[in-house]
């Protein structure tokens, strides 16, 4: 889909987005919607090397869900890494972040601290370890953590590291 219609409407009629097969180089349009949007659902990966720095303008933005290739089979993930960490650390409202699938590694996650409204992280991906997850204990706002079990045995950690991630952040909610 190209985006470009987006630059017509008007700049805060949009408050949620979930963005699936995009043309990448229209992607840029979604910024003009940063004074309204509240909610953005967008596959990364499927975007321009530009992504982090249109997601950053979104200034507004509450909840976001990014999600990127994890499995070798799908490919490496392009777009989904410490970069794009490090940009939407500059989100100053966003107070829900999934990310699902993914190349960051824990230098990325780290740049979450900087999320001073975070309240829940959700992370699903393969090869996560509990100390990935130490920055968690420096952020007072972030009360849930959830994604870590997802599936069980099947899930993107062992339990013996969920155990791990309970342990050394009692004051997060995990369910």
Excluded: C
Aim: charged share 25%; net charge negative.
């Amino acid at each position: 889909m190209d985006l470009e219609f987006i630059r017509g409407l008007p700049a805060d009629s949009v408050s949620d987005l979930g963005l699936g097969d995009v043309v990448p180089a229209s992607f840029g349009a979604v910024a003009h919607l940063a004074p309204g949007l509240r909610d953005l659902w967008v596959y990364i990966d499927n975007l321009g090397d530009d992504a982090p720095s249109v997601i950053v303008e979104l200034k507004a933005l509450e909840r976001l869900s990014l999600a990127g290739h994890d499995l070798p089979e799908d490919g490496p993930s392009r777009r989904l890494d410490d970069h794009a960490l490090s940009a939407i650390a500059d989100l100053p409202a966003l107070e829900s972040l999934s990310l699902l699938g993914g190349s960051y590694t824990e230098q990325g996650l780290q740049q979450l601290r900087r999320l001073p409204k975070l309240r829940h992280l959700h992370v699903e991906r393969e090869g996560l370890t509990a100390p990935m997850f130490r920055f968690a204990a420096a952020m007072p706002a972030l009360t849930r953590l959830t994604g870590l079990d997802e599936f069980g045995d099947d899930g993107p950690m062992p339990p013996a590291e969920v155990d791990q991630v309970r342990a050394m952040l009692p004051h997060i909610s995990m369910d």
